[in-house]
């Protein structure tokens, strides 16, 4: 039997700290009872990959041990992306596919994102695996390891139908898990490219790996502005979300980018449904319609987001995160690589450079996502009264995720994290001063359940 610290079972994967909550028995028994999950769907492989933490390699060795006990075959594909081992997990004949990725996390972190079947591996299933570990529900065998050279398969996939223009780009993997496949990457694309950090460094001694904070995409805009760049693309730690910068150095956030890419698709398949989470600027919902399709707000989580794609047979649909999930001539994954891909091609097909696209969209002012800590008991239970609170009054308030609520002014945000104990808020406004009234609103309602909003980052 093994018991799994409860902080490392999440909503979307497995993840902790390596040698306090997580750990090398920790990855055995995920490999022992996911196998056991596997085989007794009727399968017999799983296909494995990790990225470029220095705790990966080993915690890969253990799950292989533990897939192999559980009488599961292991097929390795080795270090890269998460999109990667997601790709694998599409064209190769497995049933199933572990990442032993820590994502954007400080270097001491470490996880397990998984895929069973073709499907996100997620919430429930997370808490039945742990569980059956917790019970030694497990199957017993021995099973066989292989491995299998995916990266230039993977690339070349990447580049299937390709018909972009030859564009001046920058990019930067931020020492994360896609640095070999963008290098791959690039040398294929026509046009000129210029690439920061693309070795492997787990200590990411350059700028964190995160793409949706914008201070770390300073470098990126330095090399734009540098070589006069059409663009500038930068990825998370283990490749699965994207960021993007335009020629005068303007960071094109993710329901912008959605609203670029939805176009082209829009084209190819007339009234198709394209999917955002709850975060994503009104201005994307009204453009997507605009374009003639069927614009649907979901919860954000890109395991959440998957399923619904799957159940409105939608093309195209993204989170404000930078993940983006293409089934259109894709397999429906968050590949930032692909996405990058997708991008370039969209430029060509829609004919302007990203800045006048840019240049062309609605201009909102909104906050940066400001969350506060709350206690975990406390953390839905605030959601829930602030509902109640506006619906007895009367408001415009959707309930897919936390409550959005539209006003004159704009809209404004309030959800609880899935992650973490913490409350998030966001507003989204015409001006600075309808901003200004919906941030007050948030505070008079957070107020009103005893919860105060402490200094922010940003705002």
Do not use: C
């Amino acid at each position: 039997m093994h018991q799994f610290h409860p902080t490392t079972l999440r909503e979307y994967d497995i993840r902790g700290i390596v040698g306090e909550t997580l750990g090398e028995a920790d990855a055995e028994a995920i490999g022992r009872t996911f196998g056991t999950l596997v085989r007794r769907g009727g399968g017999s492989r799983v296909a494995v990959g990790y990225d470029g933490r220095q705790s990966s390699p080993a915690l890969e060795a253990a799950l292989v041990k533990g897939l192999n006990a559980a009488g599961v075959d292991a097929v390795r594909v080795g270090l890269g992306a998460t999109p990667m081992l997601y790709y694998a997990e599409a064209v190769l004949d497995v049933d199933g596919g572990i990442m032993i990725t820590g994502s954007h996390n400080p270097p001491d972190y470490n996880g397990f994102k998984m895929v069973l079947r073709h499907g996100p591996f997620f919430g429930a299933d997370i808490q039945k695996l742990g569980q059956m570990a917790a019970a030694a529900d497990w199957e017993s065998g021995e099973g066989k390891v292989e491995q299998v050279e995916i990266e230039d398969r993977y690339v070349d996939r990447l580049l299937q139908g390709f018909d972009g223009p030859a564009l001046k780009v920058g990019w930067d993997a931020g020492n994360g898990a896609a640095g070999p496949a963008l290098e791959k990457l690039v040398a294929r694309l026509p046009g000129e490219h210029h690439t920061l950090y693309t070795d492997i460094d787990s200590r990411f001694p350059n700028h964190h790996p995160d793409p949706t904070d914008e201070k770390n995409l300073a470098d990126l805009k330095g090399l734009i502005a540098d070589k006069g760049l059409d663009l500038g693309i930068a990825f998370d730690g283990d490749g699965d979300r994207i960021g993007a910068v335009d020629g005068q150095g303007r960071v094109i956030w993710g329901d912008q980018l959605l609203s670029i890419l939805a176009e082209p698709v829009l084209e190819d398949v007339p009234g198709a449904t394209i999917i955002a989470d709850v975060k994503a600027s009104q201005a994307l919902y009204d453009r997507v319609a605009e374009l003639g399709g069927e614009p649907v707000m979901w919860k954000t989580g890109h395991s959440l987001i998957k399923q619904k794609m799957k159940e409105t047979g939608s093309p195209l649909a993204g989170e404000m995160s930078g993940h983006v999930f293409f089934a259109h001539e894709y397999y429906g994954f968050d590949d930032a690589l692909y996405a990058a891909v997708r991008l370039i091609r969209a430029l060509g097909r829609l004919g302007k450079p990203l800045a006048q696209l840019r240049d062309e969209m609605p201009d909102m002012v909104n906050t940066p996502e400001m969350r506060f800590q709350v206690d975990e008991s406390r953390k839905f239970a605030v959601v829930e009264e602030v509902l109640e609170r506006l619906e007895s009054t009367g408001a415009t308030v959707n309930r897919t995720d936390g409550a959005r609520v539209n006003t004159a002014d704009g809209w404004w945000l309030l959800r609880a994290s899935n992650t973490q104990d913490v409350l998030v808020a966001r507003a989204e406004a015409k001006d600075e001063a309808g901003l200004e009234r919906l941030v007050a609103q948030i505070d008079d309602q957070l107020a009103r359940s005893g919860v105060k909003r402490g200094p922010q980052a940003g705002h």
